[in-house]
């Protein structure tokens, strides 16, 4: 079975501060993705990579970056942290084959104060 | 673009009651469709999937057909339990890496 592993299931931070999340899938899969999910908006996508070093601005990049070092971690960072970014994050990932699901890790609920 | 519209939850049924749950998409080419569900607490999981016309997905007692006539993939379970309670999304892939998710439908299954 296909594992992604995100770091932290809560984390809270304050206003300002500079956010990491992390996220790590054993499949050797060439795609992932970070989404944020709110209530009555659904999944909303910020940034997806395909490829090492490689991104693409999603629907809500803004406030964001990403970091895609190796194949299997893909990191969401909130380079200065506001409260419209409490949220529940989702990282996932899948292979660069035409038509393919993706496989979701468990989630982080973000607070930020 | 492509689009996916289901059912606003929540949707609330006995055990042992018949569920559907609406989905229906709009998207260039063939695409893939795909059910998730997400588990209080937890992230999404891969529920069913159908590639081409006429597909029937299952899985854990849930279906669902690809309907190209119709633009539907409407979700059915014929018996639910309380452990079916969660929140369902509908999805679509037209070829590219990203998916295309409808909002959710929260199902709650009282005793």
């Known amino acids: 079975d296909v594992k992604v592993t995100q770091s932290s299931r809560y984390l809270v931070k304050r206003t300002g501060e500079k956010v990491f999340l992390e996220c790590v899938q054993d499949?050797?899969?060439?795609?992932m993705f970070w989404y944020r999910q709110d209530p009555g908006l659904g999944l909303r996508l910020i940034y997806f990579s395909y490829d090492v070093k490689m991104k693409e601005k999603g629907d809500i990049p803004e406030g964001y970056s990403v970091s895609r070092e190796k194949k299997e971690r893909f990191s969401l960072i909130l380079e200065s942290a506001s409260t419209n970014q409490t949220s529940m994050y989702l990282c996932a990932s899948n292979r660069d084959v035409s038509n393919q699901p993706q496989h979701f890790g468990d989630g982080t609920r973000l607070s930020i104060l | 673009g492509d689009s996916v519209t289901q059912m606003e939850g929540p949707v609330t049924l006995s055990e042992e009651a018949f569920l559907t749950i609406n989905c229906t998409y709009t998207a260039t080419g063939y695409p893939s469709l795909f059910w998730y569900v997400q588990y209080p607490g937890e992230g999404l999981q891969l529920l069913l999937k159908a590639t081409k016309a006429d597909d029937k997905g299952s899985n854990k007692g849930f279906e669902a057909t690809y309907r190209k006539e119709t633009t539907s993939f409407h979700l059915e379970k014929g018996s639910v339990q309380v452990s079916d309670s969660a929140v369902y999304f509908c999805?679509?892939?037209?070829?590219?890496?990203?998916?295309?998710f409808g909002k959710g439908t929260m199902l709650l299954v009282s005793p």
């Open positions: 499949m050797d899969h060439e795609n």
């Open positions: 999805a679509l892939n037209s070829g590219y890496s990203t998916l295309t």
